[in-house]
């Protein structure tokens, strides 16, 4: 498992080693700027997210399969719970990626928005780490409860923040900020939703590991990951919507410059 793990860091982050050592340069124009090493990290959790994410999705319909052993089906959770760890990893951290790349793009913080912007990322890959490799403590459990509730603050946090800053002008020009930040608070409820129905799955889990494979357990395992997918395909839904919104950029009045000249351009 360990091993495995280091793997994962070791795909996920040395790519990142080698672009910042690529934004040292002689010139002024050498390696890359600020902006496209942060954007290029935003567009690496969205691929790291929901491609793991797709896998997760695979074995546990496999951890439901009553064809298969008992033995085949842990196995299946195992590596289930090993790749769901990527995905988590990579939504703890977006808001941060995802707040210090709208600063490039015309959204200004107040040193106090810095502060919340930078620490949430490491704050929550905190929790995440220690749910991952405490679970089962007492400090687990502790820390999966906290992180219960924190998903429920950072809810009420984004709507909040996007509705101070609509109404006050403040994403004029970037209107489709706020369209990916109400969808990551639909992701983050999805995901909430997710977790109430999801506890038949893992208690039958801990049945199988004991007891065995048994029509009831089987049972209520399938009618648990069935209540689990709707909530699935949401947030699937709004992370490709969210993906979109950040190409398209819709209310932009750069990108719309950069569209008026490419189309003046065609038609010369």
Same mark, same amino acid.
């Given at each position: 498992?360990?091993?495995?793990?280091?793997?994962?860091?070791?795909?996920?982050?040395?790519?990142?080693?080698?672009?910042?050592?690529?934004?040292?340069?002689?010139?002024?124009?050498?390696?890359?700027?600020?902006?496209?090493?942060?954007?290029?990290?935003?567009?690496?959790?969205?691929?790291?997210?929901?491609?793991?994410?797709?896998?997760?999705?695979?074995?546990?319909?496999?951890?439901?399969?009553?064809?298969?052993?008992?033995?085949?089906?842990?196995?299946?959770?195992?590596?289930?719970?090993?790749?769901?760890?990527?995905?988590?990893?990579?939504?703890?951290?977006?808001?941060?990626?995802?707040?210090?790349?709208?600063?490039?793009?015309?959204?200004?913080?107040?040193?106090?928005?810095?502060?919340?912007?930078?620490?949430?990322?490491?704050?929550?890959?905190?929790?995440?780490?220690?749910?991952?490799?405490?679970?089962?403590?007492?400090?687990?459990?502790?820390?999966?409860?906290?992180?219960?509730?924190?998903?429920?603050?950072?809810?009420?946090?984004?709507?909040?923040?996007?509705?101070?800053?609509?109404?006050?002008?403040?994403?004029?020009?970037?209107?489709?900020?706020?369209?990916?930040?109400?969808?990551?608070?639909?992701?983050?409820?999805?995901? %909430? +939703? $997710?977790?109430?129905?999801? &506890?038949?799955?893992?208690? #039958?889990?801990?049945? =199988? *590991?004991?007891?065995? /494979?048994?029509?009831?357990?089987?049972?209520?395992?399938?009618?648990?990951?069935?209540?689990?997918?709707?909530?699935?395909?949401?947030?699937?839904?709004? %992370? +490709? $919507?969210?993906?979109?919104? &950040?190409?398209?950029?819709? #209310?932009?009045?750069? =990108? *719309?410059?950069?569209? /008026?000249?490419?189309?003046?351009?065609?038609?010369?």
């Amino acid at each position: 498992m360990a091993r495995s793990l280091g793997w994962t860091f070791a795909i996920v982050f040395l790519p990142l080693g080698v672009l910042l050592a690529a934004t040292v340069g002689d010139g002024a124009n050498d390696g890359l700027t600020a902006y496209e090493l942060t954007l290029f990290i935003h567009q690496l959790l969205f691929v790291y997210w929901i491609g793991p994410d797709i896998g997760v999705y695979y074995l546990s319909n496999r951890l439901c399969d009553s064809n298969l052993t008992a033995a085949q089906r842990l196995a299946a959770g195992q590596v289930m719970a090993q790749v769901d760890l990527i995905p988590r990893i990579c939504l703890s951290v977006m808001l941060t990626v995802g707040g210090i790349l709208t600063e490039f793009v015309g959204v200004p913080h107040p040193p106090w928005q810095w502060a919340g912007i930078l620490l949430l990322g490491p704050v929550w890959l905190t929790m995440v780490l220690v749910i991952y490799f405490k679970r089962g403590t007492a400090l687990g459990d502790l820390v999966t409860r906290i992180d219960f509730y924190f998903r429920w603050a950072m809810i009420a946090g984004l709507l909040a923040s996007v509705t101070y800053s609509w109404t006050t002008g403040r994403l004029d020009d970037t209107p489709w900020v706020a369209g990916k930040l109400v969808l990551f608070a639909a992701i983050l409820l999805f995901g %909430l +939703l $997710m977790r109430m129905q999801v &506890g038949p799955l893992m208690d #039958g889990i801990g049945k =199988l *590991a004991t007891e065995g /494979a048994t029509p009831a357990t089987d049972q209520a395992m399938s009618r648990s990951l069935a209540r689990t997918k709707p909530f699935v395909w949401a947030m699937w839904a709004c %992370l +490709l $919507m969210q993906g979109l919104l &950040g190409v398209v950029q819709p #209310g932009s009045p750069e =990108l *719309a410059d950069v569209q /008026a000249a490419a189309a003046l351009s065609i038609s010369g």
